[in-house]
């Protein structure tokens, strides 16, 4: 499958789960890969993974924390000076943590909110301007490049899980700029949209996955009655990224198992 061949794509968070996994199925699919994250030897570790499978790299690493304007504008940098062009963003950068609302300090709430939030609303921002900027360079063009930007959300953007209400508004905001976001990139043929995981093994539920009683409980309110693996996330996130999803913009994608549906 060669749905990304010729294009430039940045993923956020790429240093494991399903960042990793989105990471290695657009290298798989034709995209040269920009891996974005705070800890260099998690994106060098997933690097080395997808450029051991080509016979030349196609995957670079950038070191950034994108709550911070500078870096992703440093990041936004490197990109126009390495590739001059950008296809497919993935914001999935993502924190996770758990506390009630009367005992939250201020600064847990800012924490998440600045990670799950604020992050997409940057990188959205800055990289979305060379995106929009490589599009209108085509508008002569009959054949207009994809481009698309795929926001990771949650299912508990939908339904509010148990002392995660900075987690839980923040995704639920996700989707809802997410929709916003699309409108705005519209005219410019970019579509955005975003997708909300429901429980997978990932490095945020890894701890509570090690509870069988908590393991169970998900099985049991699941309508296929399993835990996801993350790269059936990445697969949706790859097929809304593409142009097979060429119809689709201002949309959440729940992959949730069945979760909302028992």
Same mark, same amino acid.
């Given at each position: 499958?060669?749905?990304? !061949?010729?294009?430039?794509?940045?993923?956020?968070?790429?240093?494991?789960?399903?960042?990793?996994?989105?990471?290695?199925?657009?290298?798989?699919?034709? +995209?040269?890969?920009? *891996? %974005?994250?705070?800890?260099?030897?998690? *994106?060098?570790?997933? +690097?080395?993974?997808?450029?051991?499978?080509?016979?030349?790299?196609?995957?670079?690493?950038?070191?950034?924390? %994108?709550?911070?304007?500078?870096?992703?504008?440093?990041?936004?940098?490197?990109?126009?000076?390495?590739?001059?062009?950008?296809?497919? *963003?993935?914001? #999935?950068?993502?924190?996770?943590?758990?506390?009630?609302? =009367?005992?939250?300090?201020?600064?847990?709430?800012?924490? !998440?909110?600045?990670?799950?939030?604020?992050?997409?609303? =940057?990188?959205?921002?800055?990289?979305?301007?060379?995106?929009?900027?490589?599009?209108?360079?085509?508008?002569? #063009?009959?054949?207009? +490049?994809?481009?698309?930007?795929?926001?990771?959300?949650?299912?508990?953007?939908?339904?509010?899980?148990?002392?995660?209400?900075?987690?839980?508004?923040?995704?639920?905001?996700? !989707?809802?700029?997410?929709?916003? =976001? +699309?409108?705005?990139?519209? $005219?410019?043929?970019?579509?955005?949209?975003?997708?909300?995981?429901?429980?997978?093994?990932?490095?945020?539920?890894?701890?509570?996955?090690?509870?069988?009683?908590?393991?169970?409980?998900?099985?049991?309110?699941?309508?296929?009655?399993?835990?996801?693996? $993350?790269?059936?996330?990445?697969?949706?996130?790859?097929?809304?990224?593409?142009?097979?999803?060429?119809?689709?913009?201002?949309?959440?994608?729940?992959?949730?198992?069945?979760?909302? %549906?028992?």
């Amino acid at each position: 499958m060669n749905r990304f !061949i010729d294009s430039i794509a940045v993923v956020t968070g790429a240093g494991s789960g399903i960042g990793e996994q989105t990471a290695i199925q657009l290298a798989e699919q034709g +995209a040269r890969v920009v *891996l %974005v994250g705070r800890t260099p030897s998690k *994106l060098e570790r997933v +690097a080395d993974t997808i450029n051991n499978s080509f016979p030349e790299p196609v995957a670079d690493i950038f070191q950034a924390d %994108v709550t911070k304007e500078e870096e992703v504008q440093e990041l936004g940098k490197f990109i126009q000076q390495k590739y001059g062009d950008l296809h497919v *963003l993935v914001n #999935n950068a993502g924190a996770s943590g758990k506390s009630t609302i =009367l005992e939250m300090e201020a600064s847990e709430w800012e924490r !998440i909110q600045d990670t799950n939030l604020k992050s997409v609303f =940057l990188v959205s921002k800055i990289l979305g301007k060379m995106i929009i900027e490589s599009s209108e360079k085509e508008e002569q #063009n009959e054949n207009k +490049a994809n481009r698309s930007i795929v926001n990771v959300a949650s299912l508990s953007g939908h339904k509010a899980g148990a002392k995660i209400p900075h987690y839980s508004s923040s995704k639920a905001a996700v !989707i809802n700029f997410t929709k916003a =976001l +699309a409108v705005e990139f519209a $005219p410019y043929g970019i579509r955005v949209n975003s997708v909300s995981p429901g429980f997978a093994e990932t490095p945020l539920t890894e701890e509570g996955l090690k509870n069988k009683r908590f393991e169970e409980a998900i099985q049991r309110n699941t309508a296929l009655n399993r835990v996801g693996k $993350p790269e059936e996330i990445a697969s949706v996130i790859s097929f809304a990224a593409s142009s097979e999803a060429s119809y689709m913009t201002g949309t959440d994608l729940l992959v949730d198992g069945g979760w909302l %549906v028992t």
